[in-house]
Every structure is written in structure tokens, then in C-alpha cells.
């Protein structure tokens, strides 16, 4: 089991950037292709981004792409959404996820360790 902790969310004006962290401890963290997603008020849990295990390839959601940046440093155990030009729509709590399998999917339910997640707020 991997246990992930989130952080860097504040405040920021719109066009202003971010990066969120969220940092791993229990196994070996490149056993687990990474995510993040975000849950706005009184809306679903929504995909953001995925990494594979290496580091070799990413997947966006359409809303984020060309804005953010999904990374990871496997030997800091350690996965960064360096997130641009934010909108007030990007307002959400951002959640890191983790898979121990192959793929980088968007479906929530492709993933079984969470962290508590950090709060994005936009102002206009």
C-alpha cells in the first residue's frame, strides 16, 4: 500500500500559477502510474492528468491542455501539476491518485490510493 499526501493549493487571481505536489511513502513510488483529479462543489470527480510510471508519457483532459503540466520525480517519490493561466472555473479540490498496473487511464475507479486531496481557489 502507498500512502500520497497533497499539497501546494491556495488562492490565486486568475492567470496566475500553481503547483501542486503530492508526495508518496510506503512502496516503491515507480511501480505506480500517477493522476490528478479534481472535485469542484456540487459536481463530479473529474480526470485532470495522468503519468506513467517512467515518466514517458502523459495524458490531459481537453479543459487543462496547453495549461497544465503533469511531472514526476521517482527518485523524490513525487508526482508536480504545475498548473498556468487558471481560470475560476479551475477552482476545484485536487485530488493525487496512484495504480500499480500498466496504463494511464481517466477513469477514477483506475485508481486505488488517494490523497486527502488541496484546495484551488480562482479568483476573477
Known amino acids: 500500500q502507498v500512502q500520497l499526501v497533497d499539497s501546494g493549493g491556495g488562492l490565486v487571481q486568475a492567470g496566475g500559477s500553481l503547483r501542486l505536489s503530492c508526495t508518496a511513502s510506503?512502496?516503491?513510488?515507480?511501480?505506480?502510474?500517477m493522476g490528478w483529479f479534481r472535485q469542484a462543489p456540487g459536481k463530479e470527480r473529474e480526470f485532470v492528468a495522468a503519468i506513467t510510471r517512467s515518466g514517458g508519457s502523459t495524458n490531459y483532459a481537453d479543459s487543462v491542455k496547453g495549461r497544465f503540466t503533469i511531472s514526476r520525480d521517482n527518485a523524490k517519490n513525487t508526482v508536480y501539476l504545475q498548473m498556468n493561466s487558471l481560470k475560476p472555473e479551475d477552482t476545484a479540490v485536487y485530488y493525487c491518485a496512484a495504480r500499480p498496473r500498466l496504463g494511464i487511464p481517466r477513469m477514477a475507479e483506475a485508481y486505488d490510493y488517494w490523497g486527502q486531496g488541496t484546495q484551488v481557489t480562482v479568483s476573477s
Open positions: 510506503g512502496r516503491t513510488f515507480s511501480n505506480y502510474a
